[in-house]
């Protein structure tokens, strides 16, 4: 819901561009405003910069994208001057880094912290937004472009009781930035997807006790991670160029391809060995360098997962909770799958209980502990995995007018609707980056063509004296038909996920992303572009 706006300060700051969101995207989007000359600032609800790498500060948060096609490629220098320690590397990390670029580019004074927007509204007349921060802050700006990030509004259990809970809570989204200590506590963690995966392998091995609350069980493979030497990272630097191409020519954004062989034509002897050689490969490969046919074909799906719940049987010494670990309700690749290491020995352990909430209904959370309709779980502390209201989520906690001041929520109320996942009819100079229906994957490599053309067009506007730019209903619908046209007929679109807002109760089930790939999505922005802006409408004030 949004929050208050009622506070209203005497003097507006005035500003060409306001960018609101310190991640990993809006930091690029404010380094290209400001290298426009154009008087921008960025908004940030954090403490500090670096959006989900501020936010999902927990033990064990890392990249599953490999380190160095997560960072900028914007700068020559920066590429020289800073190395990645790991493959995949760790939160704390990716948060120097971007601290380190803020600093680097001259932008730590063009960042307002604990700045968390509550309200948007258009001025048709003068072509500019007003935007009201909660601690009361007015900003008048004629751009306004929001990186809100894909995952951002932390997601809780519809649970009664929080509120009696007397022991220690966190959420994995909102993690302090003080130390938690689970040393001889006794731990429940719900959640089971990628932050859960995470954590829980930290928290095992220092708690009294730890039971994990598992609504559905998902397909986790080996990161299989490891240190970047100095002769790497020189060879890793000198193959920059040739790797930010392969990042450039992949769906996901990423170093993966899906290879052009069907499964189902190899011999199950080789197909055996080629699934073993990939769960034995770093990162994401099993779910990005697999067989093209895995994504597609139920039976060619079947035979992965038949050899990854053989894996899980082998790994998990309790038969009956190796069957418990097995996913039932979904195929590899449906939804993202989470990376691990020794997660599933977890539950070899003596400390650890698996508590499956599809056998055991969580009733309420008391002053001691969790009720199920089976027994009581006496804890200290309870962290929540349970993800975010994912994509639209962060949207909805700002209370956006465009014109005629109607809400963003109300057009959006049966699911996002934009043109090229940047702009929403009605709204003019809103621009989105990394917002509904676009890319996903490797997120910096999906928003940089957004940010550049965003870029582009507002130089383009300033250069023909231009005040206001709108997209179309028209466009959007064939925007959204294209969007459909992408997901209709792939495994993923059976699979309940948050990407389809399944995770929300009572959120009406929509595709909230683009999976046509990201050399697509470019092409498409790109063929807009060339033939002047095709879908958007100019005007001057
Ligand atoms: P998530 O994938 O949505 O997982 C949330 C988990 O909480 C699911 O297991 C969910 O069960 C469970 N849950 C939700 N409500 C519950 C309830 N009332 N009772 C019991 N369990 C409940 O969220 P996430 O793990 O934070 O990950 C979200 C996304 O962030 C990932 O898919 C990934 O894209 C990204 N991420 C990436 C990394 C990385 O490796 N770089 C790390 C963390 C996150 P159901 O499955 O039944 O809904």
């Known amino acids: 819901m949004p929050e208050s706006t009622q506070q209203t300060p005497a003097t507006p700051q005035r500003l060409d561009a306001l960018v609101v969101g310190g991640g990993i995207s809006g930091i690029y989007q404010l380094y290209r405003l400001k290298e426009l000359g154009l ?4 908004l940030e609800a954090g403490s500090g910069v670096g959006g989900v790498w501020y936010w999902n500060r927990y033990p064990g948060a890392r990249f599953d994208s490999e380190s160095y096609t997560y960072g900028y490629f914007f700068s020559e220098e920066l590429l020289d001057e800073w190395q990645w320690s790991e493959e995949y590397a760790g939160q704390p990390e990716t948060e120097r880094y971007l601290n380190h670029v803020v600093d680097r580019f001259g932008m730590r004074d063009l960042v307002l912290l604990e700045q968390r927007v509550t309200s948007a509204v258009y001025d048709e007349e003068a072509h500019e ?11 008048r700006t004629r751009f306004l472009v929001t990186a809100l990030g894909i995952l951002s509004a932390p997601q809780f259990p519809r649970v009664p009781g929080l509120e009696d809970f007397t022991g220690e809570w966190h959420h994995t989204g909102l993690w302090p930035d003080t130390e938690v200590d689970f040393t001889g506590k006794r731990v429940a963690v719900l959640g089971t997807g990628s932050s859960g995966v995470q954590i829980i392998p930290f928290i095992a091995e220092r708690c009294a006790s730890l039971a994990v609350f598992q609504r559905t069980p998902n397909w986790c493979t080996p990161i299989n991670n490891s240190p970047i030497t100095p002769e790497r990272a020189r060879d890793i630097r000198s193959r ?5 191409e392969a990042t450039q020519l992949s769906p996901s954004g990423s170093m993966h391809r899906p290879m052009t062989e069907s499964s189902l034509d190899m011999d199950p002897e080789e ?4 699934f073993d050689r990939l769960y034995n490969a770093p990162g994401l490969t099993m779910a990005l360098a697999n067989f093209r046919d895995v994504a597609l074909d139920k039976s060619a799906n079947a035979a992965l997962t038949d050899f990854l719940s053989e894996k899980i049987r ?4 309790d038969p009956q909770i190796a069957e418990r670990l097995i996913p039932r309700d979904h195929g590899f690749g449906q939804k993202r799958p989470p990376l691990e290491n020794g997660y599933y020995e977890v539950y070899n352990r003596d400390n650890v209980t698996l508590v499956s909430t599809a056998e055991e209904t969580i009733e ?3 002053p001691t502990g969790i009720q199920t309709d089976r027994q009581h779980y006496d804890v200290d502390l309870i962290v ?4 975010f209201a994912a994509v639209v989520g962060s949207y909805d906690r700002i209370d956006i007018r465009g014109v005629g001041g109607a809400r963003l929520a109300d057009h959006w109320a049966a699911g996002p609707r934009t043109y090229l996942g940047m702009q929403s009819a009605g709204f003019p100079n809103l621009f989105m980056v990394g917002g509904p229906q676009s890319t996903a994957g490797n997120i910096p490599r999906a928003t940089e063509p957004q940010v550049d053309v965003v870029t582009a067009c507002i130089a383009h506007m300033r250069e023909n004296g231009l005040t206001e730019v709108t997209v179309t209903e028209a466009a959007e619908d064939e925007w959204i038909e294209h969007v459909n046209s992408g997901i209709v007929g792939t495994l993923q679109e059976t699979a309940e996920s948050w990407a389809f807002g399944s995770n929300v109760p009572g959120r009406q089930r929509v595709y909230l992303l683009y999976a046509g790939g990201l050399p697509q999505y ?3 922005v790109a063929e807009a572009v060339e033939s002047g802006y095709r879908g958007f409408a100019f005007s001057a004030a």
Do not use: M, P, Q
């Open 129 to 139: 937004w007003t935007v009201t921060t909660a601690a009361g802050d007015v900003f």
């Open 384 to 387: 929540f995995a349970t993800g």
């Open 39 to 42: 008087d921008v600032r960025l």
């Open 522 to 524: 470019r092409r498409k």
């Open 314 to 317: 082998s790994r998990v010494a």
């Open 271 to 274: 197909r055996r060995a080629h």
């Open 240 to 244: 920059i160029r040739e790797i930010y």
């Open 364 to 366: 309420r959370f008391t």
